[in-house]
């Protein structure tokens, strides 16, 4: 069984910074650095949206507009680990942030962890 385990969220104060982690495990098609990783947020009454995507090609990462220059995301494939650090945070940034992992090849290998809370409030 594959799971996402996000967690490192929590209350933090404007500008401060905050580091997420995402967990996987139980990967039985292909091992854990095949899979393209990335973190998505949603925010109440709003649609979920990309916030970073590192591929498993080498030097490819993408982000969101609105977090270019404050998100850095990464990937340990020995630990199994994708971490998002985010930095100068904004209370717009507040939403659940989700992890994501879809085959690089065969898409229909694609899930999603719980999700962890991130709240950005002097």
């Known amino acids: 069984q594959v799971q996402l385990v996000e967690s490192g969220g929590g209350l933090v104060q404007p500008g401060g910074s905050l580091r997420l982690s995402c967990a996987a495990s139980?990967?039985?098609?292909?091992?854990?650095?095949?899979?393209?990783m990335s973190w998505y947020r949603q925010a109440p009454g709003k649609e979920r949206e990309l916030v970073a995507i590192?591929?498993?090609?080498?030097?490819?990462?993408k982000y969101g507009d609105s977090v270019k220059g404050r998100f850095f995301i990464s990937r340990d494939d020995v630990k199994d680990t994708v971490h998002l650090q985010m930095s100068n945070l904004r209370p717009e940034d507040t939403g659940v942030y989700y992890c994501?992992?879809?085959?690089?090849?065969?898409?229909?290998?694609?899930?999603w962890g719980k999700g962890t809370q991130v709240t950005v409030s002097s």
């Open positions: 139980g990967f039985i098609f292909s091992y854990f650095n095949y899979y393209d």
């Open positions: 590192m591929s498993r090609s080498e030097g490819v990462t």
């Open positions: 994501h992992a879809v085959h690089e090849t065969w898409r229909q290998y694609d899930y």
